[in-house]
């Protein structure tokens, strides 16, 4: 029975074992990602572990000139005391393009410790082989590099920029991107002085390139360039027409051979001395055609033009009064989502409402911008009963379909139940004294005691009954003062109202700082909230329905002049352009921050509510 036991323990170890070096084993393939016709290249197999019965895919599109040649490569390291070892074996095809275009070597398969391994495909383009022969075009770039004490060139077509826009017509708030693209056939020692432009009636996301970029090869108008992407930018037009993305400039310098005039000989490239050349490059201009969104815009719409989904979730339907309720809204989809303002819920007047957390995840790709708006509302019920909270609605221009879309939440009913304790709270407190035992029961009694009456006594002058009469008044007039400050109070869109002017000084007042401090982006955004805050409290219109259209309708039936609207609405389109737009000087926003104030003292002297 005992030999048995360990029959089968040295089995599962062998078994563990088995399957913990196989999990150690890897088996992958590398090729260039683009090749040019006519031009050889390898297809390498590595493992980690000797490889037998290796099986690769059927090559239609490329002919296996020879192979496979088999190498292996060991390699030692001590760090730290730690002994460590490896070692690589690699199979190597020497391949050769039958036609040009893109095509997928499929994987390949080989037997590594008694398990089968698949490696990874991989995919390949084909270019063209370029239109100069190998002997005119290193003829050309000799001719067009040259060198002498005083000067050296290079040609235009060697080494160049492209400005490339995934689109040249889009609707009104519809992403674009423009990729900057350098093409060269020279060697590059670096860039200066880049100034990429200024996107002009656009706003502008950048996209993260990776950090360890590498060159690829492309074939344009014939010839093939080794290329590399320098800067691409997300953009979304702000109003309609042909709107211009002007030229970039940049300075590169680039690593040229020193000619010499004497007879070259084979031993010459070894000797080679080579110099840097500085050459100024500029992108091509493009021209956008920005279709206008149609007539009709709903009065929720959002200002984003693409594609959009929102669902809203709640903790609980049934809670105890003075418990935390969350509602909480996901907006995801494409487009400019920054442009989503938060949406409000139209809560009951008993609830304490509190202000919502927002958390923003976007993310700028070559196909524009794509993520998720999360927001969370946490109130809390003071009362118990039966409460409805109405949904919200959004809307949105849906690029797919050509039309405005609206979207919208549930509406939920919350049903409220007497909190633990009761609802309200009220008590009667008083303070008791200690009662103190005298020494004695029995005091000596004083003779002869003379007892004067008293003719002036304290009730009968008149600053006794002041005493009592003027606190009584002073209480009356609390109590009529209360009422009304009650009263004020409780008319919300009143109180609103009159303190409008005092929240948007006190945002302006941030704004300024932030003016100080050079926050370009936080100075525009704190200007935007203390017009949009100011009109949403003057005029008691909630924030979700408020857009500039009906912000001047309203202007206009409270008697505020044509100009002042008109600077108003000036004001709230530079912001919202130089928020995202480059380029904007402090002098700007000084001259805005004037205007502002000056806006919207004369709004305060003109509305009267």
Known sequence: MRNKLVLVFVGMLICFGSKLFAADVTFT?????????????????????????????????FEILSG????????????????????????????????????TISSATANIRNNRYTSNSLTI???????????????????????????QSVSSDQIFIRAIPSKTRVREQESLTVTYKIYTKVDIAGFENPKFPEFVGFMAQEIDLSKNQQWDLENYNGSNYRTAILKQTVLFPQKGGTLTINKGSFDVVVRVRNSNTRARSIFDDFFDSYSEVKKTISSNSINIQVDPLPFGKPADFCGVAGKLKMSSSIT??????????????????????????????????????????????????????????????????????????????????????????TLNTNSYTLEVAKGEGGQMISGNFTDQEKVRLLGSDIRYLKNNVKIHQQTNLVYGREWFWLCYLIPLLLFVLFLIVNRKQVKANADAARVRNRKASKVAVKRLKQAGIYLKEGKKSLFYDEVLKALWGYTSDKLNIPLSLLTKETIENQLDDCKVSEDIRKEYMDILQTCEFARYAPGEDSHAMDVLYEKTMNVMNKMENTIKK
Not at 29 to 47: C, D, H, I, K, W
Not at 69 to 98: A, C, D, E, H, W
């Open 68 to 103: 496979p040649f088999t190498s292996t490569m060991s390699s030692t390291s001590i760090i730290n005391g730690q002994y460590s070892s490896s070692t690589s074996y690699r199979f190597t095809y020497v391949l050769s393009p039958k036609e040009t275009g893109t095509f």
């Open 29 to 61: 393939a590398e090729a260039p990602r683009t090749v040019v016709m006519g031009q050889n290249f390898n297809l390498v197999y590595t493992s980690n572990a000797e490889a037998k019965d290796l099986r690769i895919a059927e090559l239609n599109n």
């Open 125 to 151: 383009k084909v270019l063209p082989e370029d239109q100069q022969s190998s002997g005119s075009s290193n003829s050309s770039q000799r001719s067009s590099i040259s060198s002498s004490s005083s000067s």
């Open 316 to 405: 609980s339907n049934k809670v105890k009064a003075n418990e935390a309720v969350t509602i909480k809204v996901n907006i995801s989809g494409s487009g400019n989502l920054k442009m989503i303002s938060t949406p409000e819920f139209t809560f009951p007047a008993d609830f304490e409402v509190y202000d919502p957390k927002v958390d923003n995840m976007f993310k700028n790709t070559s196909g524009g911008v794509t993520g998720t708006k999360t927001i969370e509302y946490l109130f809390i019920p003071r009362y118990a009963g039966k409460f409805e909270i109405p949904g919200i609605s959004l809307s949105y221009f849906d690029i797919t379909s050509n039309s405005y879309k």
